[in-house]
């Protein structure tokens, strides 16, 4: 697996995993409001961010998209934490360890190209296949959950993160 930077055309293909209401709102939280998501809806959400954050791409041997988030600095005076988000695999490959590989890729990016110390990131506590999947590559919970307050109810938000060297 590698990255490379997201594509006008990834947004088709990453809108597409989202099948049902929950996932949109477990993997977008409040941010993408609307179901189904049209195929645009991401790169459209990525252009009104402009340069706040940075969308990628994981893609296999074959050149085939398999995964996607994005990173950011949350204080942008401080470079040492990036937080993820939008963090998705492909549902065609999920069940493979592909999750856990994106997400150490993540890491490694996160620490070889940014100079980063630690990854922030959330997951809601209704999400258990992703919050196994972040605590296999040692993220840890904060102890700071919040409730979020969502269309479709309120969730509980796990806030996680990873010190790296």
């Avoid at 459209?44 to 893609?59: D, F, V, W």
């Avoid at 809601?124 to 919050?131: I, R």
Wanted: aromatic share 10%; net charge neutral; proline share 4%.
């Amino acid at each position: 697996m590698r990255l490379r930077d997201f594509t006008k055309e990834d947004s088709a293909v990453v809108c597409s995993w989202i099948t049902t209401e929950n996932e949109l709102y477990q993997w977008s939280a409040d941010r993408l409001c609307q179901f189904p998501l049209p195929a645009d809806a991401l790169y459209k959400y990525y252009e009104s961010m402009g340069n706040r954050l940075t969308p990628l791409t994981a893609i296999d041997d074959e050149e085939r998209v398999v995964g996607h988030f994005f990173i950011r600095y949350p204080n942008p005076k401080d470079r040492s934490i990036v937080r993820l988000g939008f963090v998705i695999v492909s549902k065609a490959v999920r069940g493979q360890g592909l999750g856990k590989q994106l997400m150490q890729t993540a890491i490694d990016y996160a620490r070889q190209r940014l100079h980063a110390t630690k990854i922030t990131l959330g997951v809601f506590s209704n999400n258990g296949s992703a919050l196994l999947c972040y605590k296999s590559v040692g993220f840890h919970s904060t102890n700071k959950d919040e409730p979020y307050h969502l269309p479709i109810g309120d969730w509980k938000d796990i806030e996680m993160e990873i010190t790296i060297n």
